[in-house]
């Protein structure tokens, strides 16, 4: 999908004179297959133990991801022979809260050169000084202007566009263009340049339908990027690009490529994942009326309700991690230089810590998840998703009364191996 420069969405573009659609593209590299869905198999994985030999759901694909608000791949096949996958609570949050005895810098190989060296690679103390520089430009000052003056007036002139129609898919006119549109906007980019940066967001976050393309497109956007950084040193705007040149800690700043790398690893994070999060937060509510009620009566109940969304379905599953030596997971002796698959969606399903883990339900007893992972690494972009997450459903209850799923368009469901969101969310409103 790409914006056209009056902001109408166009759903197919042309690459070599092929007509593709980028959005079905990535949703099937990505796993989707229908209504189908890993949980039972996590469920059968538990009983066996919290951290079993092999890849388990995942020997098949291609792709694993990791977190840091900016998240990346890595292709398992290019990962060592030993592998091991945690499904329980306990051992996912021992294996990505222990940044002295897994590595995460398996990652470099293969996101290393379509992201740049990035923070999504890096072990500590690296990683702990690079994080204090990036996580300069998420300031709380910072996060309530861009509700403010940025997400809110740019979700509202989205559903502007279609709120006169009375029907719409929300996945495809909303939830997965309007987060792009956000990063285009905090980076200050001029607006007639946003359909060539949709297209190359695109193209890079679908490194595993076309590892070529992806590469040109980081190319692209480097090369893009490169003149704004320049223009940001020389004079400095009020956007993140200019934040990030202005960081300093310890004497230390982030270089030209260091920004690079951290602004291509934003789109997978900024646009993939809060689509995929927010997406599958309002399919949780709209089959779930009882509790939209709720929502729409009461808008102090949205923070408890995102949270619940992330637990019951996270927009990633799975987070690898290398074991740096010998090291005891839960019982479970994980040899040197083994991967470690941590099965996020597992945890956030495990039984023995929340009751009935595969139903959404927003007022279950609130206890922590691991959506936004664990550990140093944790989600460096968790308040910027739960933001926009925010803006777009007061945005939606607000503005469509008695939102509700169509019930012509057949049952919606939500589909993923390994990222998981709702292909379409067709509604009515009124």
């Not at 909303?174 to 990063?183: G, S």
């Not at 976050?205 to 480097?222: E, M, N, Q």
């Not at 009751?355 to 339900?361: I, T």
Request: with cysteine.
């Amino acid at each position: 999908m790409t914006v056209a420069a009056d902001d109408e969405v166009v759903d197919d573009e042309v690459v070599d004179d092929e007509v593709i659609d980028p959005f079905e593209e990535f949703n099937r590299a990505m796993g989707a297959d229908g209504d189908a869905s890993p949980y039972p198999g996590f469920i059968d994985a538990r009983r066996l133990g919290p951290i079993l030999n092999g890849a388990g759901e995942f020997a098949a694909l291609d792709l694993a991801i990791s977190e840091e608000g900016a998240d990346g791949s890595t292709a398992l096949g290019a990962l060592a022979a030993d592998m091991f996958t945690a499904y329980s609570y306990e051992a996912v949050q021992a294996v990505l809260g222990d940044g002295v005895n897994f590595s995460s810098s398996g990652y470099s190989e293969f996101i290393g050169a379509v992201m740049g060296r990035s923070i999504l690679e890096m072990d500590e103390p690296e990683h702990r000084e690079y994080r204090g520089l990036i996580q300069q430009a998420f300031s709380r000052r910072s996060m309530e202007r861009w509700e403010e003056e940025l997400v809110g007036p740019l979700v509202n002139g989205m559903i502007d566009e279609f709120i006169d129609d009375g029907s719409v898919d929300l996945v495809r006119e909303l939830m997965f263009p309007f987060p792009v549109r956000v990063i285009a906007e905090l980076l200050g980019l001029p607006h007639e340049d946003l359909p060539e940066f949709h297209r190359l967001a695109v193209e890079l976050i679908g490194v595993s339908v076309d590892w070529d393309r992806a590469l040109a497109a980081s190319a692209s956007l480097k090369a893009y990027l490169a003149d704004i950084v320049a223009e940001r040193r020389r004079r400095p705007a009020d956007d993140m690009i200019s934040l990030l040149i202005a960081a300093e800690r310890d004497g230390q700043r982030l270089t030209d490529e260091d920004i690079f790398a951290f602004l291509r690893l934003l789109l997978p994070a900024g646009a993939e994942t809060t689509y995929r999060s927010s997406s599958n937060l309002l399919y949780g509510l709209l089959s779930n009326t009882g509790q939209l009620d709720a929502v729409r009566g009461d808008r102090s109940l949205l923070p408890q309700a995102i949270e619940e969304g992330i637990r019951w379905e996270p927009p990633l599953l799975i987070v690898v991690r290398t074991a740096v030596g010998d090291v005891d997971v839960c019982g479970v002796r994980i040899p040197a230089g083994s991967v470690v698959i941590t099965n996020m969606g597992s945890a956030n399903h495990d039984d023995t810590r929340w009751d009935r883990p595969e139903e959404f339900d927003i007022f279950r007893e609130r206890k922590p998840h691991i959506g936004f992972a664990h550990g140093p690494h944790m989600c460096l972009g968790m308040h910027l998703a739960r933001m926009e997450t925010t803006v777009v459903l007061e945005s939606l209850l607000d503005r469509l009364p008695n939102l509700r799923l169509d019930p012509a368009a057949g049952p919606a469901f939500i589909s993923g191996m390994t990222f998981r969101a709702p292909p379409a969310l067709d509604v009515l409103w009124g």
